[in-house]
């Protein structure tokens, strides 16, 4: 299970990744993005929802279907022909990512 906050390892091993293998980065970059992406959706389509009251809004609640939210948004992202796989081709053709790709094959 995965926490979307930011850590310096995390983005640590990403800047190491890209030092090695820039392709393999970006796709990790765009399916992570594509997983926040899908988690802020689905928070905001919570929040449209009618409480009730009948079942009451315990801690318990919120952070089980806070891991249920992060858990559905990361199995969607990553698949053919998504956000993620949209802006990986994107961002593969762009001229920034090329000038990395020439330097990291020169070395």
């Known amino acids: 299970m995965k926490d979307y906050v930011i850590y310096y390892t995390n983005l640590k091993n990403i800047v190491n990744l890209e030092?090695?293998?820039?392709?393999?980065?970006?796709?990790?970059?765009?399916?992570?993005f594509e997983a926040l992406f899908w988690y802020e959706i689905l928070k905001g389509l919570d929040k449209t929802i009618i409480k009730s009251g009948l079942f009451p809004e315990t801690l318990e609640v919120k952070i089980y279907r806070d891991y249920f939210y992060?858990?559905?948004a990361?199995?969607?992202?990553?698949?053919?022909?998504?956000?993620?796989?949209?802006?990986?081709?994107?961002?593969?053709?762009?001229?920034?990512?090329?000038?990395?790709?020439?330097?990291s094959d020169n070395k």
């Open 70 to 72: 992060q858990e559905v």
């Open 74 to 103: 990361e199995i969607i992202s990553g698949k053919p022909r998504g956000l993620g796989d949209f802006l990986y081709k994107q961002l593969l053709n762009s001229a920034y990512f090329k000038k990395i790709s020439n330097n």
């Open 19 to 32: 030092k090695k293998d820039p392709k393999k980065a970006l796709k990790r970059v765009t399916t992570e």
